[in-house]
């Protein structure tokens, strides 16, 4: 059964755990993921990433902020990636840890359709220009007359400016047609990273078992783009084709994530080579895989000591309890101080983890980020600020006073200074769509009072779009009673959010308290 504690191959690829499997095993997981949809009815996520998506979401810089840190987030939490390009692969290699086969979209989308086509799984089509979604499931049909086809929409959505943070009421119609039918497959054919970030922000409303994002494969089903000959698909040189049938448009895409690609990964090359060297110094040591890799602190906490020598095989001790861990702790405290060396597959294995715990809310961090060579490798990979923030309230979904009387440990926003002409709070912990999903949001606005309001952003851990979605309905309700909502203290990673979204000049934003209260003022 593929679960949330069932751990497949993967490899780190630029801070995205890739998951190492064939086409036909990838369809297999597909399968399981169905059957698993049926006993927690929780939504799964399959990402292709290409080039494109690792581009789309990683700055110029190796050591810089993600160019879109909500979709970083995205591919780090879906339950299934395949590498849908070749230089994928080719990394992997190069990180010598080798992915066994490229999964294209293209590729996965017929061969998934011939299966359930004798299963009886319905799949949903999403997305699309004009009615490229309906030729293409009318093109499946005929090739797999079996096929069971839920529905075909073609809307067009928004993520990003204005028309992102109203478009609640458009959403809430595709999914409205979506849920009427529950397809075992939904097919989303908007395109990186719009497929992705559409997902994230109504998975929480989603009656769909498996969520596939597929890009364009819809005009390869059809037949308006050609694939290039089996030769050169293996030799891993499609992209040239593809640039040839639409240099226009594509032309300018590969100038730039081709360099960008060398420029972010050579330093990771190097970090790698590094960590192999340790590896061969501590093959032979004893003291690699400690027996007590495992320390329970009380009833509540798990901590796991993880071993020097930190690679598969080590993971995999960690692996074969991880169930018990769920079940028993609510805490859970990864300890980094012995560790000198993570390869690909280790580190691929670990976000996961990670990941997976925050998903069954429990409270997860790290301690012991001391060794140099470990923390270089953990930010070159673009997993340093998960691993380096702090837990406690990482998985804190609303918001409430730090003293008041209904003070609950999963719920609080930390008021400042409140009177009846202004509020001053910040907040902590995660923005995100979980969060929102959980949010009672007249909650929130009797909490914040009936005067302006200034939120301090600078300890919240993470935002999305989802979160910018709360900022526009809270000042959109202060509005209505002539009030106004400033924010400060931006993070780094909220101003880049902000930026990628076009809505940096959409909110009120100030550096400090006092030019908040003076712009009110005014």
Partial sequence: MHNQTEQLPEVMILGVPVDDLS???????????????????????????????????????????????????????????????????????????PIQARVAGSDLVPALAKTIAQTGHSVYFLGGSGDIGQQA????????????????????????????????????????????????????GFGNPKQELWFNRNSHKLKAAVTIGIGGTYEFIVGNVSRAPVWVQKSGFEWIHRILQDPKRLWKRYAIAI???????????????????????????????PSDIIQGWNSYEVKIKLSRRLDSRSMQIIIDNWENYLLEYKNLIFDFID??????????????????????????????????????????????????????????????????KNFNENKYIIIDEQNEKLTIAHLVGRLDASAISLMDFNESIRLLGSGDCILDLSSLSFLDSTGLRFFF???RDLKKRNKQMVLINPTEMICQLLDITNLHDFFNIYDSKKDAKLALNQ
């Fill in 137 to 188: 499931a009318d093109k499946l049909i005929q090739k797999y007359p079996g096929l069971n086809v839920a529905g075909v929409d073609s809307p067009f959505v928004y993520t990003e400016g204005e028309e992102m943070l109203t478009a609640d009421e458009q959403d809430k119609l595709i999914l409205e047609k979506i849920n009427k039918v529950r397809p075992d497959i939904l097919l989303v």
């Fill in 23 to 97: 086409l036909d095993s990838t369809i297999q997981h597909i399968l399981s993921m169905i059957r698993d949809y049926q006993l927690d009815w929780r939504p799964r996520q399959v990402a292709t990433v290409n080039v494109d998506f690792l581009m789309n979401s990683l700055s110029w810089f190796p050591f810089g902020p993600a160019r879109h840190p909500e979709l970083l987030e995205i591919l780090q939490n879906a339950d299934l990636v395949t590498a849908d390009g070749m230089p994928i692969v080719w990394l992997s290699r190069l990180l010598h840890a």
């Fill in 473 to 475: 309905q809270l000042e």
């Fill in 339 to 404: 560790v000198e060396m993570i390869d690909s597959n280790a580190l691929g294995m670990l976000v996961r983890l990670y990941k997976r715990a925050q998903k069954n809310q429990m409270s997860v961090s790290s301690t012991g980020l001391v060794n140099d060579d470990v923390v270089r490798l953990l930010k070159l990979t673009h997993v340093w600020d998960l691993f380096n923030e702090s837990g406690s309230k990482e998985t804190l979904p609303l918001f409430y006073p730090e003293k008041s």
């Fill in 259 to 289: 360099p960008k690609l060398c420029v972010i990964t050579i330093p990771l090359l190097l970090s790698n080579l590094i960590q192999r060297k340790k590896n061969r110094a501590l093959m032979h040591d004893n003291k690699a895989y």
